[in-house]
């Protein structure tokens, strides 16, 4: 795993940021090769790790990349950041591609009957922060915890396909993705502890 | 946590859409489990994509992308992500009688043979006969709402049901209850759930 300095990684993704917009608005080719030369060796690192083969791989990087070319303009920073942002397209593409199911997304738009409008749920924290407060918080993640999170989303497993692989009761695996989650959730509230 | 991740079986996968459509609170925790998704990727050690990759990339940015159909008209029982799989309003429904008040509609989703996806009516007031399952139950309530003896369940509520539940839902009385269930058959349902609802009601 690579780990960058936090600021440097917060200036890094504010620069990544940039790019993805001066794609969406000015279609800037330059900002784009940038972006792939970023996102493409990661993304099809991703695709190998959930077991596609290369030629599979080298397929939906491809697509993710153009995705990401044609949906640019859609891209908002303050409610994910690129890197989020490049992980949900490849996250779909791969189930459309390699998989070959529907991706349903939510309507984003829809609030009706929603409780309390004075209580906008998490607007406290912009989406930037949010990215950096999550990636500082799994680095600091117990590795019997990052080990089943990492599981997860590069395995494709459930909690009971990891408990079958790991040797783990289900019970301790319920247990550690809670201890996972609660760390994340004081980080995200501001809780470094 | 496994919708974020991309596991999800599509029939699960559209359940926890339509819900996310209804709670902005799991919302915001989706695009919390979205950012897990993005800090994992960013720490991958890139590997060498074909250099040819670029080129051929390059190439098609100029490609017409087929104009994407436009949104379905919105409808006030069935959110934007359920309303494109059943391709029609709530009204439109052909529901087919299963007899003491209760209708059903099966939603067609390619290769999913081990799960039953369905819409489901109860009059108001009638009660579902006591049944457990095969497999793991999921229901997501659309309009009115029901009561299982513990929970009562309104717009937006998931309740779950394992095979040892052997459970007798009672529609409210105001007005008739529509879910969206989905029913795991010879798979065991395990997984993304217990975290996920955990977390989400946490």
Not at chain 1, 113 to 132: K, N
Not at chain 2, 172 to 197: I, M, W
Request: charged letters at 25%; proline letters at 8%.
């Amino acid at each position: 795993m690579q780990r960058p300095e936090p600021r440097q990684a917060a200036d890094g993704a504010r620069e990544l940021d940039d790019l993805v917009q001066r794609v969406g608005r000015n279609r800037d080719r330059e900002a784009f090769v940038r972006l792939y030369r970023h996102f493409a060796p990661r993304v099809k690192a991703y695709l190998l790790r959930l077991g596609a083969d290369d030629g599979a791989a080298e397929e939906t990087t491809q697509e993710t990349m153009l995705s990401l070319w044609r949906r640019a303009e859609s891209f908002d920073p303050t409610q994910a950041g690129a890197g989020t942002w490049v992980f949900t397209i490849a996250r779909n593409r791969r189930i459309d591609l390699i998989r070959r199911e529907r991706r349903p997304e939510p309507d984003n738009g829809q609030i009706e009957l929603m409780a309390d409008p004075a209580e906008p749920v998490d607007q406290t924290i912009a989406a930037g922060q949010r990215d950096s407060r999550v990636r500082a918080a799994l680095e600091t993640l117990p590795q019997a915890q990052a080990a089943l999170i990492q599981m997860a989303y590069y395995e494709d497993l459930t909690q009971t396909a990891i408990a079958d692989r790991t040797g783990l009761p289900l019970g301790t695996v319920k247990s550690r993705f809670r201890l996972a989650f609660a760390r994340l959730k004081r980080a995200l509230e501001g809780d470094p502890s | 946590m496994g919708y974020a991740a991309g596991s999800l079986r599509e029939p699960h996968a559209l359940l926890i859409a339509t819900h996310l459509s209804l709670c902005p609170d799991c919302r915001a925790k989706a695009a919390e489990m979205d950012a897990v998704g993005g800090a994992l990727l960013d720490g991958l050690t890139p590997v060498e994509v074909a250099p040819e990759t670029l080129d051929q990339v390059m190439a098609r940015l100029d490609e017409l992308v087929p104009p994407k159909a436009p949104p379905m008209p919105a409808d006030p029982v069935l959110p934007a992500p359920l309303r494109a799989y059943v391709g029609r309003g709530i009204d439109g429904i052909a529901w087919k009688k299963l007899g003491r008040g209760i209708s059903e509609f099966r939603l067609p989703i390619p290769n999913t043979r081990d799960y039953a996806t369905r819409l489901v009516r109860i009059a108001a007031g009638r009660e579902v006969p006591s049944h457990g399952h095969d497999g793991d139950e999921l229901t997501l309530v659309l309009a009115g709402g029901f009561s299982d003896g513990e929970h009562n369940y309104r717009r937006g509520d998931v309740a779950g049901a394992d095979p040892t539940v052997s459970h007798r839902p009672v529609a409210d009385a105001d007005s008739d209850c529509v879910c969206l269930t989905v029913t795991e058959g010879k798979l065991r349902f395990s997984g993304p759930f217990g975290p996920l609802l955990t977390y989400f009601r946490g």
